[in-house]
């Protein structure tokens, strides 16, 4: 078709991956460098649009963006827990538990051991 480029892939060459064709703006440099302030992550040197949406469409990308607005979420919703700012280990100040992901530590504010535990931490300190 016009407009749409063959691509290959290497694990399954026989079935080739259609995809569109960079456009004249993707293909433009946009700036000398581009900084993704989710993946906490600098793309060096001339930078493209179809550079940065290829980063921005990313598992990696898309998975860090997933965190953070869980992360944004329970923050509005939540202050019993920290951050460590280094690590971004997460830490529950009710019940001492650490966790490695904001998912983790939104499965463990929902549940009943959490739950029982803050509601006989707010009686104590009430």
Same mark, same amino acid.
Not at 55 to 61: A, I, S, V, W
């Given at each position: 078709?016009?407009?749409?480029?063959?691509?290959?892939?290497?694990?399954? +060459?026989?079935?080739?991956?259609?995809?569109?064709?960079?456009? +004249? +703006?993707?293909?433009?440099?946009?700036?000398?460098?581009?900084?993704?302030?989710?993946?906490?992550?600098? %793309?060096?040197?001339?930078?493209?649009?179809?550079?940065?949406?290829? =980063?921005?469409?990313?598992?990696? =990308?898309?998975?860090?963006?997933?965190?953070?607005?869980? %992360?944004?979420?329970?923050?509005?919703?939540?202050?019993?827990?920290?951050?460590?700012?280094?690590?971004?280990?997460?830490?529950?100040?009710?019940?001492? %538990?650490?966790? +490695?992901?904001?998912?983790?530590?939104?499965?463990?504010?929902?549940?009943?051991? =959490?739950?029982?535990?803050?509601?006989? =931490?707010?009686?104590?300190?009430?």
């Amino acid at each position: 078709k016009a407009g749409e480029v063959e691509y290959s892939v290497v694990a399954d +060459a026989d079935k080739p991956i259609v995809a569109a064709a960079p456009t +004249a +703006a993707e293909s433009e440099v946009v700036n000398d460098g581009y900084w993704c302030e989710i993946c906490n992550y600098k %793309l060096v040197g001339k930078t493209t649009l179809q550079i940065i949406n290829s =980063h921005t469409e990313g598992l990696k =990308h898309k998975r860090k963006l997933a965190n953070y607005e869980i %992360l944004q979420k329970l923050r509005q919703q939540e202050d019993c827990f920290t951050q460590d700012p280094v690590s971004g280990v997460l830490k529950c100040l009710v019940c001492c %538990l650490e966790t +490695a992901t904001p998912q983790q530590m939104m499965g463990h504010l929902a549940g009943a051991k =959490h739950r029982n535990k803050a509601r006989r =931490h707010a009686r104590e300190a009430g």
